[in-house]
């Protein structure tokens, strides 16, 4: 295991630099913003001890250097005096800038990508969770000269970046890397195929599944800790819970349904966790019903949602999948603000503004969820013979039973079912 992933290491001294780069993505948010969420991206990991931070505006890259020289220079000699060791680049960097800067500056040099994956490494808990990111960060180190990589000694954590054996035992053998790719997809193919086990006895009782989607600290494991009575960990911190948990949910109807809580997203989340996440995020494309939770308090609200938007579209949710909107956090509102608030929540249907921390407004967002379910069902009348009991047991243990008639011939059923119910039973 890494020296970051030892309680008796000293921590990092890192140095936060946001790059303001004038180009239309960027332009969506204001960088004193950015700098605050790499700031928080870096408290994230207790390895890292932030001192110091600032944006840098850059006009146009430097190929070798990201900066140009006098820019070089300045932030050379800031480095210096704050005897830091650790510069984290909010931006992408390419492997010649990175070496290059590491040489000029004398520290360690970690970017956004590098530093998420450092983060999912440390967070991840399952088998499947540690395998996902472990691919991801040889997928992203194959790209450069892999100066901190360690294979085959490290069975959790992090990934030598910030420091640790991979500081001391260079490996730049992509060969070498790959076969170790190839090992963990193997390995994968496994875990995915007991995943589809699961799901598939999952269809057996069909219940409405419901996944929270939202930017990571939106408040998802709060609101599904406050719905299901589950212990998922919940802290005001950035990727605070990384592996899928599912729960029953109970409805005020009586209806169950399953909730499912995710990975949190983030702007620029690095193409690589999103490959490698795709199994997971599955039950996202599998949902009867998204919610789409928010920190409505957030001064760039709007902007995380349009990242979280992008996202669902990367994964391929189709925009005819309903989604209500869950404003969260409206407890940290001014008043004047949240009574605005809860007036425009009023005029949209798909809009509930809650506190998962208080509870405020989850009976409203509960007949909501009931209300789309209803709206996402149909009713229909199914005979079968009395030789069909097992397909009979699957409709009663599903819950789609409004009314059964029986004769000498069979039962004749009244549903009230889901398409999804429906093709799911059809396939029995």
């Known amino acids: 295991m890494s020296e970051l992933h030892t309680s008796k290491a000293a921590p990092s001294r890192a140095w936060v630099l946001h790059i303001d780069r004038k180009d239309a993505r960027a332009a969506r948010r204001l960088p004193e913003h950015g700098l605050a969420e790499a700031v928080a991206l870096a408290h994230a990991l207790p390895q890292i001890e932030v001192v110091g931070a600032e944006v840098v505006r850059l006009g146009k890259p430097a190929p070798g250097m990201l900066f140009g020289s006098g820019k070089l220079a300045e932030l050379k000699a800031r480095l210096a005096a704050a005897e830091v060791d650790l510069v984290l680049v909010d931006g992408a960097v390419s492997p010649v800038q990175q070496r290059n800067l590491e040489k000029a500056w004398n520290v360690k040099l970690l970017d956004r990508t590098g530093l998420i994956l450092e983060i999912f490494a440390d967070r991840a808990r399952t088998r499947e969770g540690v395998m996902q990111v472990e691919l991801a960060a040889l997928s992203y180190q194959r790209t450069r000269l892999v100066r901190a990589w360690t294979h085959l000694e490290r069975q959790r954590g992090g990934f030598g970046f910030v420091g640790g054996p991979g500081e001391t035992q260079i490996e730049t053998d992509r060969r070498a890397i790959d076969d170790q790719i190839i090992r963990i997809k193997r390995q994968l193919e496994k875990v995915v195929k007991t995943r589809e086990l699961h799901r598939a006895a999952r269809r057996r009782v069909p219940f409405p599944l419901i996944a929270l989607v939202g930017y990571t600290n939106a408040g998802k494991s709060t609101l599904f800790n406050r719905l299901t009575g589950a212990e998922v960990m919940a802290k005001d911190m950035l990727f605070a ?119 405020d407004g989850l009976p409203a967002l509960l007949a909501a969820i009931e209300a789309q379910i209803g709206a996402a069902t149909s009713e229909e009348t199914l005979t079968l013979t009395h030789a069909d009991g097992r397909r009979r047991a699957w409709l009663h243990n599903a819950g789609v039973v409004v009314e059964e008639r029986q004769d000498e011939a069979g039962s004749t059923f009244l549903l009230r079912w889901t398409a999804r119910q429906k093709a799911d039973f059809a396939a029995l």
């Open 241 to 359: 819970t990384l592996d899928p948990t599912m729960r029953g949910l109970v409805l005020p109807s009586g209806q169950k349904v399953i909730l499912s809580d995710t990975v949190g997203f983030i702007s620029d989340l690095p193409h690589e966790l999103v490959a490698a996440f795709r199994a997971t995020l599955e039950e996202v494309l599998e949902a009867d019903l998204i919610l789409h939770v928010r920190d409505i308090s957030h001064p760039e609200t709007e902007e995380q949602a349009a990242d979280v938007g992008e996202i669902l579209e990367t994964l391929g949710v189709d925009d005819d999948v309903a989604l209500i909107e869950v404003w969260n956090k409206i407890d940290s509102l001014r008043p004047e603000t949240r009574d605005a608030l809860l007036v425009q929540d009023a005029r949209r249907g798909d809009v509930q503004a809650v506190s998962a921390l208080t509870g």
